[in-house]
């Protein structure tokens, strides 16, 4: 019996089936995968664990400062059945907000949140954006890939956020986005309707393809969830001392010192540089 290490090509063809990989029995991964690479001889390990499908969300900890550290990873959302989380596939609010009041309790002199997520919904963010900002013990973000839309709003209310030369950061503003199939039922012959009460113009938006008075109604709710978002931006910055320029409210995502002369971030770092800015606040 021998241990055998998948190629590139191997692990990426495994990994194009990590969705329903979590259907299955832990103790049924290792036949799953000696069957699918057709291995030609008996072997006792292929040395395959979940990490190898799934970039797993680190848990929050304590180091021996004192410092907590916290991710904010992938999709934020406000709800999700739990295995999504433990799979790393997003990062709940709540969680969050749990692990961060965890660590206040366990006497934390400062938080690190540790970001790397394209954004997420507006339901929950508000209530976990308030949350960072509110703290009263030093925080620092360290965006090292993606800190955008939802997740830069995080960020935003920490007292520094620190990002690595080529993480990207920004994107502030709401969208909201849909499929327009009316076309293609056309073609198919088929032609959606819809009842509704006396009164209640607004309910058929998105069963049916929504109309005018519609679009103007979803606007609006845009336009407000927008301007939160730039008053708490504009508010987070404004208090790290930061000088904010027009061209971010355009909702572009930057990088390095252009991302810095906008004033999104307020230097270029590692993660142990964000630690050593949230131990220097910590001290004073």
């Known amino acids: 019996m021998k241990t055998i290490q998948p190629t590139i090509s191997q ?8 969705g ?42 304590m180091d021996a400062d004192g410092i907590a550290h916290v991710w904010i990873h992938n999709a934020l959302v406000d709800s ?21 009041e965890a ?9 690190v949140y540790h970001v790397d997520s394209p954004g997420g919904t507006v339901s929950g963010n508000v209530e976990c954006a308030k949350m960072i900002a509110e703290l009263s013990l030093p925080t620092v973000a360290h965006c090292h890939g993606l800190a955008c839309s939802a997740a830069y709003k995080l960020s935003a209310g920490c007292n520094a956020i620190i990002a690595t030369e080529s993480a990207t950061v920004g994107n502030i503003g709401t ?19 819809a ?18 008075t519609q679009l103007a109604f979803l606007q609006e709710g845009i336009n407000a969830a927008g301007d939160k978002f730039r008053e708490h931006v504009a508010a987070g910055r404004e ?11 355009r909702a572009g995502w930057y990088s390095g010192e252009r991302a810095g002369e906008l004033g999104l971030i307020d230097d270029i770092g590692t993660a142990e540089d964000a630690r050593q800015y949230v131990l220097a606040m910590a001290s004073r």
């Open 195 to 212: 009842l509704v009460s006396d009164g209640a113009d607004l309910k058929s938006t998105f069963h049916l393809e929504p109309n005018e």
């Open 20 to 61: 329903k990989q979590w259907m299955m029995l832990p103790e049924s991964i290792q036949s799953f995968a000696l069957a699918a690479l057709d291995v030609p001889e008996k072997a006792n390990s292929l040395n395959i664990q979940i990490e190898d499908f799934f970039e797993l969300r680190p848990a929050a900890v």
């Open 103 to 111: 660590a206040i309790e366990q006497g934390a002199k400062g938080i």
């Open 80 to 100: 999700c059945p739990a295995i999504y989380e433990k799979l790393g596939l997003c990062t709940r609010y709540s969680t969050i907000t749990a692990e961060t």
């Open 175 to 193: 969208i909201m986005s849909w499929t327009d199939c009316s076309e293609f039922w056309r073609e198919q012959g088929i032609e959606f309707k």
């Open 239 to 249: 208090a790290a001392g930061a000088s904010l320029d027009p061209e971010i409210w």
């Open 11 to 18: 692990l990426r063809m495994l990994a194009s089936l990590r």
